[in-house]
């Protein structure tokens, strides 16, 4: 089991909307669905843990912040990205974490 | 900007690949063929594609084998065309003079692609595509060719599919039905319409061709065998209503639903509900009811003369009108004569009013007449009176002249001289905005919106939670630690994935400062 944060991706956004289409013309169950669904949350995780090596900075300015259910929500302000190459600012970014720790989630799984 | 926009593409399409693969195995033990799983993929990457949120180019590079598409013409197809348009454009930026095409036998017209060139490519309209033999081709509604593996597999499906939208090929020479398929391994969708529409169009069944030709172009899969009734009836409701121009009677499918770029489109729905149904039972009768507002004598002068033939009907329609009524649509009204009617029993009030009626002066009777009238056309209107909310304030004598009264003051109609008493107590009592409010539940409404900001100004922040959260850019990640002193936040982030300003990044750690 892994993080269903992803889903709400461009990409995991999506997928869920092609499963949609898939289901409304019958051509897949909702059971199925959920599975190529658990499938991608996997995947991404596998994913982004071995084949991304990069990393950004960003600075700005805290406009909320929210934690419950070990979940981190913040809402940050006029907020510049950088990374090695170069610099993207933004107005509004919201920042949804949930636990890094290994152990911390798996001790979750029934 | 180079290093995380090439990786994007790539780990997606790596994420894509696995997720795909490790479900080939489940979806076939479902019994599922493969074209479903491959359909999926499809669906999956052009929607990726149409985010814009990454580069497409680079997502697409490795799903197709052939870069041809293939048109289907019917035999029949016109020869002559319109002068070609500018040059395409096609998505990515590259521009594309025209399409090689290798052109069968007049019935095939092989569109092949451009090096460079993958699925899905996107036909913005007005654009025309050139056979090698020089025969044209206009696009008129942008198109988006995809890749579907199979080839006719779509043409027994005899449903549109939901939401995809089906577009023709406009023939400039003849307004005769044009069908073909596109063979064969390419889909045809439209993407938004142009401006001209105010609806996307619905799966339009393609018109009928020739019913002995197979050959049929139908530019998605709801391709249908020539013996089929077009589908048009359902999908194409809403674009015609709109369209009053272009309502036309129920017709033959001939000619329908050719897109031309002269003219907005033209939906030719084969059997349109009336737009205009009748617009209320009550126009249909022997008298009009100009409305409900009788303000002055002459519009009663009008619809008596036509109705007062009809008294004994009349009569007897109020008779089942008021037994049904609960209370009084209480309407103001300039009428004297009021006292005659009497609310509180209307099954015997019936009695006394056509009694009453016979024993009045002509023009009383006349008045009253229109009276009931009105009264007849809001209390079958109205049977339900809203006793409780905003009309539950004053005292409970008024309370069942209340919901009528309060919100019926313009119209003419039956007072009792409780009723009229009623009402100037309530305006007198209760200031907070029942009384000579205009129009019917306006006076209702009035009231809670007063009340409302009252309650709500205890809320500050209502308005900010629902906006604030709502944002494009969006970063999805883990934590490792969040820290904070004073009001400085630092946070040690990992695994991310970052969509901002329309676009996506990835990252493996993200470390950031904040001042709250």
Same mark, same amino acid.
């Given at each position: 089991m892994a993080y269903q944060l992803y889903r709400n991706t461009t990409l995991g956004n999506s997928l869920q909307e092609s499963l949609d289409e898939l289901i409304q013309t019958q051509q897949i169950t909702p059971q199925l669905a959920l599975q190529v669904l658990l499938q991608f949350d996997?995947?991404?995780?596998?994913?982004?843990?071995n084949r991304v090596r990069n990393r950004v900075n960003f600075k700005g300015s805290l406009n909320t912040y929210r934690f419950c259910d070990n979940v981190w929500t913040f809402v940050l302000n006029d907020v510049e990205f950088r990374e090695v190459t170069d610099l993207v600012k933004v107005d509004k970014v919201k920042i949804v974490a949930c636990d890094g720790k290994k152990t911390a989630f798996e001790t979750d799984v029934v | 900007m180079l290093s995380n926009s090439s990786h994007v593409p790539k780990?997606?399409?790596s994420i894509i690949d696995d997720v795909i693969e490790s479900m080939r195995e489940v979806f076939l033990d479902e019994g599922l063929e493969d074209r479903v799983l491959d359909d999926l993929r499809q669906l999956w990457e052009s929607k990726i594609m149409q985010s814009k949120a990454v580069d497409g180019l680079a997502l697409m590079k490795n799903t197709i084998n052939s870069s041809n598409f293939v048109l289907q013409l019917p035999p029949n197809y016109g020869q002559t065309f319109t002068k070609p348009a500018a040059s395409m454009v096609i998505p990515a930026g590259q521009h594309v003079q025209s399409f090689t095409a290798k052109n069968n036998g007049g019935t095939l017209a092989t569109f092949s692609l451009p090096p460079g060139m993958t699925y899905p490519v996107q036909i913005p309209a007005?654009?025309?595509?050139?056979?090698?033999?020089?025969?044209?081709?206009?696009?008129? &509604?942008? &198109?988006?060719?995809?890749?579907?593996?199979?080839g006719h597999h779509h043409l027994s499906q005899a449903q549109p599919r939901q939401g995809v939208p089906v577009v023709e090929w406009r023939d400039p020479s003849s307004a005769s039905q044009q069908s073909a398929t596109v063979v064969p391994?390419? &889909?045809?969708?439209?993407?938004?319409?142009p401006k001209t529409e105010p609806f996307p169009p619905q799966p339009v069944a393609p018109p009928r061709a020739d019913p002995q030709t197979t050959e049929q172009r139908s530019l998605i899969p709801p391709v249908q065998p020539p013996n089929e009734k077009p589908?048009?009836?359902?999908?194409?409701?809403?674009?015609?209503v709109q369209e009053n121009n272009l309502v036309q009677q129920p017709q033959v499918p001939s000619a329908q639903a050719t897109f031309s770029s002269q003219t907005p489109v033209s939906f030719q729905p084969p059997a349109q509900p009336p737009s205009h149904p009748p617009e209320s039972p009550f126009d249909s009768g022997d008298f009009t009811l100009d409305g409900i507002d009788f303000d002055s004598p002459q519009p009663l002068?009008?619809?008596?003369?036509?109705?007062?033939?009809?008294?004994?009907?009349?009569?007897?329609?109020?008779?089942?009108?008021?037994?049904?009524g609960s209370g009084f649509m209480g309407q103001g009204s300039e009428f004297e004569a009021s006292e005659m009617v009497k609310q509180e029993d209307h099954g015997g009030a019936v009695a006394d009013m056509t009694t009453h009626l016979e024993g009045l002066p002509v023009d009383a009777t006349k008045l009253e007449m229109a009276l009931l009238k009105d009264y007849n056309y809001n209390d079958a209107l109205a049977d339900i009176i809203q006793l409780d909310g905003p009309a539950d304030s004053s005292s409970e004598e008024v309370e069942e002249l209340e919901g009528g009264a309060m919100g019926e003051n313009e119209f003419l109609g039956m007072m009792t001289v409780e009723a009229l008493q009623a009402l100037q107590e309530v305006d007198g009592s209760s200031d907070d905005g029942i009384s000579s409010s205009s129009g019917d539940?306006?006076?209702?409404?009035? $009231?809670?919106?007063?009340?409302?900001?009252?309650?709500?100004?205890?809320?500050?922040?209502?308005?900010? $939670?629902?906006?604030?959260?709502?944002?494009?850019?969006? $970063?999805?990640?883990?934590?490792?630690? $969040?820290?904070?002193?004073?009001?400085?936040?630092?946070?040690?982030?990992?695994?991310?994935?970052?969509?901002?300003g329309g676009k996506d990044y990835v990252f493996s750690k993200a470390v950031g400062e904040a001042e709250w």
């Open positions: 996997k995947a991404i995780n596998t994913a982004l843990a | 780990l997606y399409l007005g654009v025309t595509l050139q056979t090698a033999s020089g025969q044209l081709y206009k696009v008129n &509604v942008p &198109v988006m060719v995809t890749q579907t593996p199979a391994s390419t &889909v045809l969708k439209t993407m938004a319409l589908l048009l009836p359902q999908p194409v409701v809403q674009p015609p002068d009008m619809s008596l003369s036509s109705g007062s033939a009809h008294m004994p009907s009349l009569q007897v329609k109020m008779e089942t009108t008021l037994s049904e539940s306006v006076g209702m409404d009035e $009231i809670t919106v007063e009340e409302d900001p009252l309650n709500s100004g205890d809320d500050v922040s209502e308005q900010d $939670i629902p906006d604030l959260f709502d944002t494009d850019n969006v $970063i999805v990640c883990q934590y490792d630690k $969040i820290h904070r002193s004073k009001n400085r936040w630092k946070f040690y982030l990992k695994d991310g994935v970052m969509c901002y």
